[in-house]
């Protein structure tokens, strides 16, 4: 995957219902890279026409110990989750900012979650066909740590 790249999660794939994230999200099939930056564009919700714009936000997801195997490796079979739960924090903080920075940890992992403006967002225009998309206020970054039992 080339770095910088643009992805495009289907629609409906990331919208509300009744004010929570809907459970397609998991089936949405977007991992986020490990050690790059993204643009994501979050697609325009089926439920009763809402009429919401398409978003479009940046994610950097890095390791805190680049290049180092078992972090990768950790990444690796755990890609999945985070992804999913990468998305959702991002998903909510557009319905109901979060505040930041946000810890989570998995059994595997632990991620540092932070957002700040992204001004650069502002600068480029974003389009879907001749659609118009909306650019998040906010860029997010997640330092991803693996969580390695020591050897005795």
């Known amino acids: 995957m080339p770095s910088g790249a643009l992805f495009f999660l289907p629609p409906g794939a990331c919208c509300e219902h009744n004010g929570t994230t809907d459970e397609r999200l998991a089936m949405a099939g977007l991992l986020i890279p490990l050690d790059d930056t993204v643009v994501v564009c979050l697609g325009r919700g089926e439920a009763g026409g809402s009429g919401r714009p398409c978003h479009v936000v940046q994610i950097t997801c ?3 110990s680049p290049n180092d195997i078992d972090s990768i490796a950790t990444y690796y079979l755990v890609r999945h989750e985070l992804s999913e739960l990468i998305l959702r924090i991002v998903i909510t903080h557009l319905a109901r900012p979060v505040p930041s920075p946000l810890i ?6 632990r991620v540092h979650a932070t957002h700040a403006p992204w001004s650069f967002g502002k600068k480029v225009v974003f389009m879907w066909g001749n659609e118009l998309l909306e ?3 906010d860029k997010w970054t997640f330092v991803f740590t693996a969580l390695l039992d020591n050897p005795k």
Not at 104 to 109: A, K, T
């Open 104 to 109: 989570f940890e998995g059994e595997q992992y």
């Open 135 to 137: 650019v998040c206020e």
């Open 62 to 64: 890095k390791a805190d």
